[in-house]
């Protein structure tokens, strides 16, 4: 049983592109959330996908985006990229009837230079 | 949800006993506590979770005292693959993401 997949695993853009990552949870889950972990800090939620809507969405602009797909597949855009923006991207999934547990994949790195 | 509080950073050597306490002053009555396990250039990984009271698994014990104010982790007999970064948190279910603090960097020396 594959766990939570991520693609790409690295990627080196420069300021102002767009990136897009992409996510594919674990067989069974079809809820999916997006966190961004800078250097040393520990990880901060982006949004939360359930049934292709954004649920719930933490303290980021508007240049961060996602979609969910009918097979409960998930992608995060950023636009505009800033050196900011230069992290480790981790997806997130879980079953619907929650036990507290997430299952992370192993991340995008993401470098803006 | 509560604030967490924890040590910055541990350092052990191999076949010790761990503990890390975690603060929760404000924890609230449906707040579950929750640790995960951070490997470098890899997602967190879920350890334990528990509610009060003493809760043991495979790889972990968690000690709640029963104010639940805080809880101690405890991993027995380290090992050098059991350095990483150890996050407590408070977990509510539904839909409430997970908040994530700076975590306990713990180095195990052989």
């Known amino acids: 049983d594959a766990g939570v997949t991520q693609s790409p695993t690295h990627l080196i853009k420069t300021r102002g592109q767009q990136v897009t990552l992409r996510c594919s949870p674990k067989?069974?889950?079809?809820?999916v959330s997006w966190y961004q972990q800078a250097l040393g800090q520990g990880p901060q939620f982006i949004f939360q996908y359930y049934e292709e809507e954004e649920r719930q969405r933490g303290n980021f602009p508007d240049r961060f985006s996602g979609h969910q797909f009918p097979n409960y597949s998930s992608e995060l855009n950023v636009n505009a990229l800033l050196l900011g923006d230069s992290a480790l991207y981790l997806c997130?999934?879980?079953?619907?009837?929650?036990?507290?547990?997430?299952?992370f994949g192993e991340g995008s790195r993401l470098t803006v230079l | 949800l509560a604030k967490t509080t924890q040590p910055i950073s541990m350092d052990s050597y191999e076949g010790q006993e761990v503990n890390i306490t975690c603060s929760h002053n404000n924890i609230a009555t449906n707040d579950y506590i929750t640790w995960y396990q951070q490997f470098p250039s890899q997602g967190p990984r879920f350890i334990i979770q528990g509610y009060k009271t003493k809760v043991t698994n495979e790889v972990a014990s968690l000690f709640i005292p029963a104010d639940r104010k805080s809880s101690t982790l405890s991993l027995p007999r380290v090992s050098l693959s059991d350095t990483a970064v150890y996050y407590c948190l408070m977990t509510f279910g539904g839909n409430t993401p997970l908040v994530f603090g700076k975590g306990t960097r713990l180095s195990v020396i052989a």
């Open positions: 067989s069974g889950h079809d809820t």
């Open positions: 997130a999934s879980r079953p619907n009837t929650y036990t507290g547990e997430l299952f």
